[in-house]
């Protein structure tokens, strides 16, 4: 059993997905992070070319294990999915921070519990982010938070997971808001756009998934 106290986790996971270049970017960018694969995430650690630390999979949607450092071998009836259990897994092992990748295209049950996973890894002790070629999500758990433009994206959204958030202010951004109430039935905080260096997001009360994303090229 591997020891990643401290160390930053790439999940790949098995949803549709045409381009890993963003991957390769990150792995660029965190050439130490844990390297996970949830079942069929193992065919996008093959085409990367990277030997995954933990692989934990039920095999039904792949047919054999690749080489790895350590496998993990669920059986398909069980509660958690196998994204989850590589989530609890690295932070277990220490992991906290981690990213969750090849999360979203496909199936929308899955797409939702991937998610909301932002929430359980924050519960659990660590921050999670999912990330694709066009979007980037993680956890608002409340309180203030402080952003540079240069690390979001063109677009910010705020989706609430609480039926109301409350004390809702948005500063440096196109449409500001001050102590406002939100609720999730009538989402009014999708799209917005940094306009300063640094914009901040600040919840009295309540979570929230931020988004920033990007329209694809084509």
């Known amino acids: 059993m591997g020891d990643w106290q401290g160390r930053r986790a790439l999940i790949l996971s098995a949803a549709p997905c045409d381009d890993l270049q963003y991957v390769r970017d990150f792995l ?12 069929g995430g193992m065919k996008y650690a093959q085409q990367l070319g990277i030997v995954p630390d933990a692989v934990a999979a039920d095999f039904d949607s792949s047919r054999q294990a690749i080489p790895c450092r350590e496998l993990i071998r669920l059986t398909p009836e069980k509660d958690d999915t196998d994204t989850q259990h590589c989530v609890f897994l690295a932070v277990s092992r220490g992991c906290k921070e981690i990213t969750l990748a090849c999360a979203t295209g496909g199936r929308l049950d899955h797409l939702l519990c991937n998610l909301l996973l932002c929430e359980s890894a924050y519960e659990a002790g ?16 409340g309180g203030i938070m402080v952003f540079a ?3 979001a994206r063109k677009y910010i959204s705020l989706i609430p997971l609480d039926s109301k958030l409350e004390g809702v202010t948005l500063q440096g951004m196109k449409y500001p808001l001050h102590e406002a109430e939100l609720t999730r039935s009538h989402i009014i905080s999708v799209s917005n756009e940094a306009t300063a260096e640094q914009f901040s997001i600040t919840l009295r009360q309540g979570r929230a998934l931020v988004i920033f994303s990007e329209d ?3």
């Open 28 to 39: 660029q960018e965190n050439p130490d992070c844990v390297v996970l694969c949830a079942d």
């Open 126 to 141: 660590a921050r999670l982010q999912v990330l694709d070629p066009h979007n980037t999500v993680f956890l608002h758990p």
């Open 149 to 151: 433009r240069s690390h």
């Open 216 to 218: 694809s090229a084509g």
